[in-house]
């Protein structure tokens, strides 16, 4: 059936320096764990050392004062779960970035909570700390800041983790195996807290020594690359044995060709860089999480889904990285002005009609004109319709964020006729499906169809950005 066809004009341009500068201004500012001065700190009062590494890194050291930067999802696509990310460094300073920062972005953008945690550092030069004094109650610190505040942070007390990194996955492993009550009638309330955690990551963790492992120790999820250390490498299966054979619950990967050190990274190759997604799934599998529907939708449901984890929008850069990796590209597109689409009502897939996009939009294209494109509703046969009208040599982008237990199968078809051009089946990359339209030979409409595959699953359609291609890839 050929869809209806509605058209409105609306012209959007993104400036990415000006999100750039956006996302810079919304960076969490720390929330000190002792505002009155943490103990065993008295006395040193010199600001955080703070170097960048040829790769741009924010490596911090001479930390006296801990604090967590919260990463905080859109309540509408909150789960409810929280996790204090702990960085690495040897304990002798602190990697932020791909350790931290991005860690905590990515699962706030993933609908989970995050803290990013500073903690002060037992082997710097000098340091007075230790790892199993201070570091450690830092981290169950942590815990407890956060479960004071899971009321105002729309946070379930009951599904706070840990995720650590290298000398951090030894904290987070040593919070997660030690866990304690708070303590009754304290005078601080954050100390009125219980430290104990619903779960722990522990990505190429240092593994400490006489862990007391049980059936009650918290589900473990263990990642490291098959090219780290031995005592890593051979150290963590040795620690998913034990965890095992103590009645305990643990998921573990060793990844390909990789060693030390991975953490979020724009050069993770693509085995690689799938890791935070496999950190998703597992919390999901635990309960920590809701997972995607497999069920018919119903418009009272939030997205269209009961339960469905979110399905986050990429800035152009990353939405250029990752139709690279998708695509096979030699190098990334380069992208134009972007519109983005979302559903302007609720939707439902159950065999009933959907409603309508919001209106099309008008781009700008290479030679400096205009192309018109038109969205369409999910009919009821259950695919999605996208429509363009494009100048011959105009490429586009489509990012669709979708929701869907199968493949998806494109068609895409040329001019007002709807001769099919292409159809094939495309997996989904984090829920993002990536295709590369050009327009008609012969100029005039295209027509992009989406379908579920097998027929018989639901489709949920999240949202989609459209981007004009400005430099061939």
Request: aromatic share 8%.
């Amino acid at each position: 059936m050929a869809p209806n066809r509605i058209a409105f004009c609306l012209t959007l341009i993104y400036s990415l320096p000006l999100a750039a500068r956006a996302a810079k201004a919304q960076e969490p500012q720390p929330i000190p764990l002792w505002p009155g001065g943490a103990p065993g700190s008295a006395g040193k009062t010199g600001d955080e050392h703070v170097r960048i590494s040829d790769q741009g890194d924010h490596i911090v050291s001479n930390v006296h004062h801990p604090a967590i930067l919260p990463y905080l999802p859109d309540s509408a696509a909150a789960t409810g779960a929280a996790v204090i990310v702990i960085p690495g460094g040897g304990h002798r300073e602190l990697w932020m970035d791909h350790e931290g920062y991005r860690v905590g972005r990515w699962l706030a953008d993933h609908g989970v909570a995050a803290f990013v945690l500073k903690y002060r550092l037992a082997r710097e030069p000098g340091s007075t700390y230790t790892v199993e004094g201070t570091e450690l109650a830092d981290v169950q610190r942590a815990i407890r800041l956060v479960r004071s505040r899971a009321s105002i942070w729309g946070i379930a007390s009951d599904r706070i983790g840990v995720i650590g990194f290298s000398a951090g996955g030894e904290l987070a492993a040593l919070a997660g195996t030690r866990g304690a009550l708070g303590t009754a009638g304290a005078a601080d309330p954050v100390d009125r807290e219980s430290s104990a955690v619903a779960f722990m990551g522990l990505v190429y963790p240092a593994i400490p020594s006489g862990l007391v492992l049980s059936k009650e120790t918290p589900p473990a999820f263990l990642l490291c690359g098959e090219n780290d250390g031995p005592a890593i490498s051979d150290g963590i299966a040795t620690l998913y044995a034990a965890i095992r054979r103590a009645g305990g619950s643990a998921e573990l990967h060793v990844l390909t060709g990789v060693g030390h050190g991975f953490g979020i990274r724009e050069g993770n190759p693509a085995g690689v860089a799938i890791w935070p997604t496999l950190f998703l799934n597992w919390m999901g599998a635990r309960g920590m999480i809701p997972g995607p529907s497999v069920g018919s939708l119903t418009s009272q449901m939030r997205d269209g889904i009961s339960g469905a984890r979110p399905v986050p929008r990429y800035s152009n850069a990353d939405r250029a990285s990752a139709a690279q990796r998708v695509l096979g590209l030699a190098s990334p597109p380069v992208l134009g002005a972007t519109v983005t689409l979302t559903p302007d009502a609720p939707y439902a897939w159950s065999g009933a009609h959907l409603s309508f996009w919001k209106p099309s939009f008008v781009l700008g294209t290479p030679a400096g004109g205009e192309g018109g494109v038109n969205f369409w509703g999910i009919h009821n046969e259950g695919h999605v319709n996208v429509g363009f009208t494009a100048s011959v040599g105009t490429r586009y982008l489509l990012d669709c964020r979708l929701l869907t237990a199968g493949k998806v199968t494109y068609k895409i078809y040329d001019g007002g006729a709807e001769q099919l051009r292409d159809s094939s089946q495309a997996g989904l990359a984090d829920g993002h499906l990536f295709l590369m339209v050009g327009a008609s030979p012969a100029g005039g409409t295209v027509s992009v169809e989406l379908w579920p595959t097998p027929v018989t699953e639901p489709l949920g359609f999240l949202g989609c950005d459209v981007s004009a291609v400005t430099g061939a890839p």
